[in-house]
């Protein structure tokens, strides 16, 4: 198996989630004509692209020398790694945070068969392409350097993480307080407006959307 030290496993989480966050950022961005910043946290880190690219380092690892069982196997983890974060993150916020609803073959919005298949190929793509130059870098750095860097990284990602949960607890307890108001009778016109103003501002910032609505 793979020989990194656990800063170097750290960094490579790091390094993946930026390159995730780059990545969807961008496709959004360019999708909705205006800037995206995807993700749950401040940074520009996607957490969900980390975990998903060390797993799929690790899953792929026994089958390296087949490209089909390759794609097989990250088309399989990756997506349920992304249907239980998915499941899991929408019952915490009542956010969906990402939603495949307008895609043909989709379970609940969390998955969808077009996300699978590039899952798939995302696999090959840092196992053959990606990480190797990825990697060769990464063990060259001194290892002061690396300690420092990974230090630093995880006390910022710790405190963004801290302080975007609880702005998603805020926003999920003001949406359960309108959701509860919503389902009164006649008491949607006073509440539609808040909630499409919430919204639009969700659709600014991050692109995703309230379930319920």
């Not at 966050?21 to 360019?30: D, P, Q």
């Not at 995807?38 to 980390?50: D, S």
Request: hydrophobic share 50%; charged share 15%; glycine share 6%.
């Amino acid at each position: 198996m793979f020989s990194y030290s656990a800063e170097e496993w750290l960094l490579l989480f790091y390094i993946y989630c930026f390159l995730g966050w780059c990545f969807e950022s961008a496709y959004v961005s360019l999708r909705t004509g205006h800037l995206v910043n995807r993700g749950f946290m401040k940074a520009p880190f996607l957490p969900l692209y980390g975990s998903g690219a060390i797993l799929l380092l690790w899953v792929s690892k026994v089958f390296e020398g087949n490209i089909l069982l390759t794609y097989v196997v990250g088309l399989i983890a990756a997506t349920l790694l992304e249907l239980f974060t998915g499941m899991i993150m929408e019952m915490i916020f009542q956010i969906k945070y990402w939603n495949y609803s307008n895609q043909r073959f989709n379970f609940k919005g969390h998955i969808c068969l077009t996300s699978s298949i590039a899952w798939g190929f995302m696999t090959l793509l840092v196992t053959r392409v990606i990480h190797e130059p990825i990697a060769s870098v990464l063990l060259i750095i001194p290892e002061i350097v690396k300690d420092v860097v990974a230090l630093l990284l995880t006390a910022i990602l710790i405190w963004d993480f801290a302080y975007s949960l609880r702005e998603a607890l805020d926003l999920r307890d003001q949406l359960k307080s309108l959701k509860e108001i919503w389902m009164e009778p006649g008491q949607h016109e006073g509440i539609e407006d808040k909630l499409e103003h919430i919204q639009a501002e969700l659709t600014a910032r991050y692109e995703v959307r309230i379930p319920f609505f």
